[in-house]
């Protein structure tokens, strides 16, 4: 299967010889014993979308050049090139990652039958931009806004946008949409702002859901939130104030404020990789830092702990902020505690949490998030070996054999069990609210 010459990648439509493989597509990548479900969707662009749940992908774009009965395919994130021939119907190819073979195959598939439809909602004086994923039909379908982690800003991320089919594949809605500071929210020149408060994102997460609960298409009895570490925060604030919110399902959720997160992270990031020397001075960094954030007292003393950190290698553990209007947010938002809302939390929770989250970690949360939302339907479930985005790590697994960095997949099994138990059951199985 060796394709001659460089490909041309398609500048605005696929050659006629190239419209074969137009529509999509669906099959399986196999290595080292792993068959992984695939599906491909084909335009007249460039680009196609990858389907692969198993590496927690969802319409993940995939570079595609064509010469006439082949067509090439760069997969995402190192899986390879792929040179497909159509043989009987099908795409097939062989390849090699890691000097193993690993081969492709699709075959045909029927449309996906679900629709995305660009959207705005209205948050105050802004319009947020986003994506309305939906089953085909009228519904109503339940719903579910999916809300930003600290670094996940725009929809297309990947990191965010790979949480939106194990909802869709469930007869889901999905809203999906970029932080108000970021993506199409954005004017044409934006100038530096300060990252929104979490009460600010807050009252956009309710936006949302009042934005959702108007379609007729959705069912307003059954819109939820799903957000992960800051967008756990971000969801139960949402939810405290705002009855229609009939469900959470949070990841990596801080049982504390900001400030006390920030110090667990320091502790279990550094004590990872340092010697106790280095934790400690860490450490001893974290609380200048807050004591500069809460006091504004101890700039020059910080400044110097800064230096100190970059000369001796253990500034990525720790804040260290250029000037003082680097300490903003913090000082807005370092005691956002959600121990002063939880108790107006009177919906399902589904928590999810890693037992090698280093950034939250689940033994100091999981069960203070349990006691926070104490006579609430709350199921919290620890992903032995999992990381912070609910990931375990590529290498040998309890079996043996070598894997991926994956996301762990009895989370994709609890979360579909508790949706079927705890959201598209009757009503009546929902917890009352007061």
Do not use: C
């Not at 994506?131 to 379908?141: D, V």
């Not at 806004?145 to 194990?166: K, M, Q």
């Amino acid at each position: 299967m060796n394709l001659p010459g460089a490909f041309l990648l398609l500048a605005a439509a696929l050659p006629p010889s190239a419209t074969q493989f137009i529509g999509e597509w669906s099959g399986a990548l196999v290595f080292r014993g792993d068959a992984w479900p695939v599906r491909l969707a084909v335009s007249s662009g460039p680009t196609a979308r990858l389907d692969l749940p198993a590496l927690a992908m969802f319409e993940e774009p995939a570079p595609v050049a064509t010469e006439g009965d082949q067509m090439a395919l760069e997969l995402p994130f190192g899986l390879g090139r792929f040179a497909l021939e159509s043989v009987h119907g099908r795409l097939l190819a062989e390849s090699t990652l890691a000097d193993e073979p690993i081969a492709l195959w699709l075959a045909p598939a029927k449309p996906r039958g679900t629709l995305a439809e660009p959207v705005r909602f209205p948050s105050g004086p802004l319009r947020l931009a986003g994506t309305l994923y939906r089953p085909a039909g009228s519904g109503p379908f339940p719903a579910v806004v999916l809300l930003h982690g600290s670094a996940t800003l725009e929809r297309g991320d990947w990191s965010y946008r790979s949480w939106i089919e194990p909802f869709l594949s469930r007869g889901f809605a999905v809203l999906a949409f970029d932080r108000r500071d970021a993506g199409e929210n954005l004017p044409p020149d934006p100038q530096p702002t300060p990252a929104p408060d979490l009460q600010t994102l807050a009252e956009d997460a309710v936006t949302a859901v009042e934005f959702l609960a108007q379609r007729a298409e959705i069912d307003p009895t059954r819109i939820g939130l799903s957000g992960g570490s800051q967008g756990a925060w971000v969801a139960l604030a949402a939810t405290a104030r705002n009855s229609r919110i009939a469900f959470l399902v949070l990841r990596g959720a801080p049982a504390g404020t900001p400030a006390e997160q920030e110090l667990q992270s320091v502790a279990r990031r550094s004590s990872a990789a340092e010697t106790p020397e280095i934790v400690a001075r860490a450490l001893a960094h974290t609380r200048l830092y807050f004591s500069v954030v809460t006091t504004g007292e101890g700039w020059p003393e910080l400044e110097r702990s800064v230096a100190r950190a970059r000369d001796e290698g253990w500034d990525h553990y720790v804040q260290t902020p250029a000037s003082q209007s680097d300490i903003g947010w913090w000082r807005r938002n370092h005691d956002f505690d959600p121990r002063s809302f939880a108790a107006n939390v009177k919906v399902p929770v589904l928590a999810f949490y890693g037992g090698q989250d280093l950034v939250v970690p689940a033994d100091e949360n999981a069960g203070r998030l349990a006691a926070l939302l104490a006579g609430t339907d709350v199921t919290v479930v620890v992903l032995p070996g999992a990381d912070h985005s609910l990931e375990r790590p590529f290498g040998p697994g309890a079996d043996g054999r070598w894997r991926f960095a994956r996301r762990a997949p009895e989370a994709q099994e609890v979360l579909a069990d508790w949706l079927a138990r705890k959201v598209t059951a009757p009503p009546t199985s929902l917890a009352p609210r007061d």
